[in-house]
Each structure stands twice: as C-alpha cells, then as structure tokens.
C-alpha cells in the first residue's frame, strides 16, 4: 500500500545521463568537468598505473641482480604421496601411472610441460610409473616397494 511517506519516482523520471561539453547552458560546458588546465585536462590523456609522473620509476631506480636463466626445463611436480593418494581411493584401474592418467584424474593439468616425480612421502604398492624425470630418492623409494622407472624420452 502506498503511503505519502513512501512515494517514489518512476524509473527515468529523475535522473538523466549528464551530457557533457555541450555549451554553458547545459552546466558541463567551458572545462567539461575536467578541471584546468594539467596532462588529464587534455583530450586522449591516459596515464598508466606504473607513470610516476616524470620521475624516474622504480622498476629503472632499483638494481638488477641475480640471473635468469631462459633455456631452464619447468616441470609439473607430483609427489609420491599424491600417488598413495590415488591408490587409496581406488582410483587406479591398473598399477601403471603415466602423463596420461595423471592428467585424466587432474593431478597435472598442463599438457605442454613435462613431468617430475619426486620423492616426498610413503609408497606402500608397487607401481609402473612413466615420466619424463625422476628425483633420486623417487626412484629409490618406487624401486625399494617393487615397482618399476621408466623414463620417458
């Protein structure tokens, strides 16, 4: 029920979208709502989150140090925990792991890089794992529960 107290406008009655820089009659004529004068005054200013307004900016004050090295091999890493993990939960049809069911169960989910298997946590079954590299205490471990390595090429 409408009461006086709780009148409203209609949608559109009220309020309309300012048109700018169309003559002093209109309230937004002369600076347009930008001010006087200053680099955002001007038409097409755009200044970047980075600018710091002519000085120098802090990525060219500070000093570069340390080297990075472009040609380095970047890997999907999966413990050999992950691995019990997917043997408890039953999730395994068979005892072989590879890039392929890994990457059907989403533990990896980058089909471009290649494969690590380190060595962190318990293997408790024997297992055929494929992959392109192997930490040595992975191998050891895989190796120690009878289970078999084979790198990929």
Do not use: W
Not at 13 to 40: D, E, L
């Amino acid at each position: 029920m409408k009461h006086i107290g709780n009148i409203s406008y209609a949608d559109g009655a009220k309020h309309k979208v300012k048109r700018i820089g169309r003559g002093a009659g209109s309230g937004h004529g002369g600076t347009s709502t930008r001010g006087h004068k200053g680099q955002k005054s001007r038409s097409g200013a755009k200044i970047h989150r980075y600018f710091e307004g002519g000085q120098m900016p802090i990525n060219r004050r500070l000093p570069k140090f340390g080297f990075f090295n472009r040609f380095r091999t970047e890997y999907q890493e999966v413990n050999l925990s992950t691995l019990q993990t997917l043997i408890d939960t039953n999730k395994l049809d068979g005892n072989t792991i590879n890039f392929d069911v890994l990457l059907s169960y989403g533990v990896i989910n980058n089909k471009r890089l290649p494969l690590k298997i380190l060595g962190n946590g318990e293997l408790k079954s024997a297992l055929n794992v494929e992959a392109d590299c192997f930490t040595e205490s992975a191998k050891e471990k895989i190796e120690s529960v009878g289970g078999t390595v084979k790198v990929n090429e």
